[in-house]
Every structure is written in C-alpha cells, then in structure tokens.
C-alpha cells in the first residue's frame, strides 16, 4: 500500500525503517533509486542489513541510525537528499512529531506518506494547520485490522487556505472521494465499534456520549452518500 503512493524514480527515506522491507521491495520493484533506511533502534536496524546484505541491495540501500529524519542530510539550499519519505507503522502523534521537528526537510520534498496507526484525525488536521495537504489516500485490510495510507505535500507558500470538514479529518478527504471495497467495509466497522460504544455508556449526559454520537452521525452521513 505505501509502496503504492511512491512515486518512481525517486530517493526515497524509509523512515522507521524496522526489517527495511519496505526499502528492499522499492527497489527489487524499480519503484526507488535508492532508499535511506533509517530507524531509532539499532536491533531493527541490524535485522535490516541482514535483511539488504540477503537481497544483495547494499550499494542501493543506505542505513543510518536516526531519530526520525534527524540524519537525513540536506544541501546548502536546503534541499533534503531524499525527493520522498515514508513514514510508517507508528502512532499518529509520533509520526506528527517527527515532521514538525524537520519540518524543512518534509518541505523541500516532493511528497511525503505517513501511514499512522492511531490519531489520524489529529495528524489531518495537524498537517493541514503545518501548511501540507493530503493530494492521494490508500487503505488496506490486513489480520483483521484496517490501515490507512495519506500523500502530502506541502502547500505553505500558497495563500489560498482550506480546513477539513469533520468527516474528512476522521476518514480522509480523498478516501471519502475514492471510496472503494475496503473503506465501506471500514465505514459498516467503525459504525459497529461506536454503536457499542454509546450502549456500554450509562448516563446519556457523559460527554463521551455525545462525542461518539456525533461520530456516529457523521459516519452515518458517509454511509448514505453511497
């Protein structure tokens, strides 16, 4: 899926790189030039060079130890050295931490993909507020959980704004767009999973309440634009 958004014939940062194989498929399927695999942890990143050395991609996959993008380097224009980055596989807020502290570098490149594995609502909207927008979405269901793919770039030195709808900082403004298979299955679960939600809630005049009926209510929205 993530693969997926990638545009070809790009440097790419695999950021969070875990086993690098994200980075060995970019590669082995022509998608990357070259890939910089970075990750915090040095256990994963030795599964990683296992990994590279076993597909014998080590003149075209770079491994650097790196919190976030902090290694990845740019020229005196400030130009990052990657056109693209992935991010995936972590928390939406973690992933939101990492483009504001190299926001610069998430600036000077082509695009961007974060695949968050929570807050998506807060990450959409954190990343429209930073000044990028989300130009394609992809999801995908996989060992019974569902995930969700956003392209960004970065719109800041544009003077038109635009601000999400509630519906599309919870679901996606182009997955709304796009629909497809998957997202209505995503759309009958999340109705499902806030249903259940509102009837294990006693006192109707719990905020919480009204927090899950109101997503329910946009979801429902959803449902009936099919």
Known sequence: MNAGLVPAGRVVADIGCDHAKLSVYLIEKGIATKVIAMDIGK???ERAKENIRAAGLGDRIDIRL????????????????????VIAGMGGMLALDIVRRDIDKFRSMEC?????????DILRKSMYELGFRIIDEDMEYEDGKFYTSMKLTDVSHCSAAAELSPAEAWYGPVMIRKRG???ERYLIHEKAVCD???DSIKDKDDPDYDRV???S???AGLMSEV
Not at 66 to 85: C, F, M, Q, R, W
Not at 112 to 120: D, G, K, L, R, Y
């Open 112 to 120: 961007f993909i974060i695949q968050a594995q929570s807050n998506t």
């Open 181 to 183: 298979e998957i997202f």
């Open 213 to 215: 009926k109101n997503r």
């Open 43 to 45: 256990g994963p990143l």
């Open 196 to 198: 259940r939600i509102m």
């Open 66 to 85: 790196s919190d976030g993008a902090d290694k990845l380097t740019v020229d005196e224009n400030g130009k990052a050295e990657a056109d693209v980055a």
């Open 217 to 219: 209510g946009i979801i």
